[in-house]
T-cell receptor
Framework: KAGVTQTPRYLIKTRGQQVTLSCSPI?????VSWYQQTPGQGLQFLFE???????NKGNFPGRFSGRQFSNSRSEMNVSTLELGDSALYLC??????????????FGPGTRLTVT | AQSVAQPEDQVNVAEGNPLTVKCTYS??????LFWYVQYPNRGLQFLLK??????LVKGSYGFEAEFNKSQTSFHLKKPSALVSDSALYFC??????????????FGKGTKLSVIP
């Protein structure tokens, strides 16, 4: 099975711009989560989608948003970029959405640099 | 609220020696515990998990972890370290008390360096 894929892998944007990142989960996985990873804050949970519905949201401003499509693919959008948004954005998928015991499988991440 | 602490930012171990990466957790109910590894410029790879049952869990690449409920710990171990084990290790917890959150909470990570 193909793993989680994320596009693009690298992105450079300017302050004030907006950006859209894409994630394709492992086939059959219906839950997709997004994380922001920075050296200072570590891994921080952004949001989780299951069956096109946002089920959980982390403590991030409204500039961060996401969605999930009927094929489970997900996108996240960051509007009005700030320098502090520079980070590795990781997407992870899980095989089921109603249990708590399943591990998440991560993609390689999108490295976003805001200048 | 759930939380994870990895008390060591960095662990250095000689190749061939046993290694331990420490993790303690806090949840209101019973925990599901996970270990992940991250190599440079890569995503996280799942190593192992504790759900229930035997307190010693075996995972990928020869790693194992010991769940200790009284000490709320879930330390990662390997009997003989390899240079290729050098990476960033993350412990994570999910509370399955039924509160409805499927969110995984991660520790800050521990950088493991295996010295040849």
């Amino acid at each position: 099975k193909a793993g989680v894929t994320q596009t693009p892998r690298y992105l450079i944007k300017t302050r004030g711009q907006q950006v859209t990142l894409s994630c394709s989960p492992i086939s059959g996985h219906r839950s997709v989560s997004w994380y922001q990873q920075t050296p200072g804050q570590g891994l921080q949970f952004l949001f989780e989608y299951f069956s096109e519905t946002q089920r959980n949201k982390g403590n991030f401003p409204g500039r961060f948003s996401g969605r999930q499509f009927s094929n489970s693919r997900s996108e996240m959008n960051v509007s009005t970029l700030e320098l502090g948004d520079s980070a590795l954005y990781l997407c992870a998928s899980s095989p089921v959405g109603t249990g708590y015991s399943y591990e998440q499988y991560f993609g390689p991440g999108t490295r976003l640099t805001v200048t | 609220a759930q939380s994870v602490a990895q008390p060591e930012d960095q662990v250095n171990v000689a190749e061939g020696n046993p290694l331990t990466v420490k993790c303690t957790y806090s949840v209101s109910g019973n925990p599901y515990l996970f270990w992940y590894v991250q190599y440079p410029n890569r995503g996280l790879q799942f190593l192992l998990k504790y759900i229930t049952g035997d307190n010693l869990v075996k995972g990928s690449y020869g790693f194992e972890a010991e769940f200790n409920k009284s000490q709320t710990s879930f330390h990662l171990k390997k009997p003989s370290a390899l240079v290729s084990d050098s990476a960033l290790y993350f412990c994570a917890v999910r509370d399955h008390s039924g509160a409805g959150s499927y969110q995984l909470t991660f520790g800050k990570g521990t950088k493991l360096s295996v010295i040849p």
